[in-house]
Every structure is written in C-alpha cells, then in structure tokens.
C-alpha cells in the first residue's frame, strides 16, 4: 500500500480478489473461510481518500463493477435457493404425524 494509503490499483485490485472469493464460494457450495473472507469484506472503499480514479483504469474499474452486480444476483438467486430448501425441509420435518391416504383408484 502506499504511504498515504491505497492506490486505485491496489484497491481494485482487492475487490478483483474479493470478487474470486465469492466466485469460489459459489462454485463450491462449501465451508466458507470466514476470517479469511471477514479481512477481505473488511475493506471499506468509503473510509479511503482516493484522488479520482485515473482515466487509464476506467475500463478496469467498469468491468470490476460489472462483475461484482453479476456475483451479487448470483449471491441472491443461492442465498434463495438456500431459504426455499429450508422451507422445504421444515415443512417436512418427522414433528409431524405422517398423513395416511387409502390409495381408491385401483
């Protein structure tokens, strides 16, 4: 990092670096690293002074953005999903007597 703090390289490079932790996560559908991940969500791009963002890195930052509202919606459609098979689940839990049904159509 430099002296006065990050450099718009350095801080897209580290949402780049978040972005491929979210990106793993998805794909894995596994334990997560939570301190590993908490260091990296711990970076708050409000709390910098960064002069504005050189023309040169317009592009870069353009595609960062993409990516991130792309892994957000992906983010949203598992967490969902998740909550849909929790419903699912305990809707079906053994708490409940199970329903008998007399089988006529034969």
């Given at each position: 990092m430099a002296a006065g703090?990050?450099?718009w390289d350095e801080v897209l490079a580290?949402?780049?670096?978040?972005?491929?932790?979210a990106e793993r996560l998805l794909r894995s559908r596994?334990?997560?690293?939570?301190?590993?991940f908490a260091?990296?969500?711990?970076?708050?791009?409000?709390?910098?002074s960064l002069p504005p963002l050189?023309?040169?890195?317009t592009d870069r930052a353009r595609a960062v953005?993409?990516?991130q509202q792309r892994i957000q919606?992906?983010?949203?459609?598992?967490?969902?999903?998740?909550?849909q098979q929790i419903v699912m689940?305990?809707?079906?839990s053994d708490d409940r007597p199970a329903a008998q049904f007399l089988d006529l159509s034969a």
């Open positions: 703090g990050p450099s580290e949402c780049e670096a978040t972005a491929d932790e596994g334990s997560l690293d939570l301190e590993a260091s990296r969500s711990a970076f708050d791009l409000w709390q910098l050189p023309a040169e890195l953005h993409s990516r919606a992906e983010l949203i459609e598992a967490m969902t999903g998740v909550h689940s305990s809707s079906t």
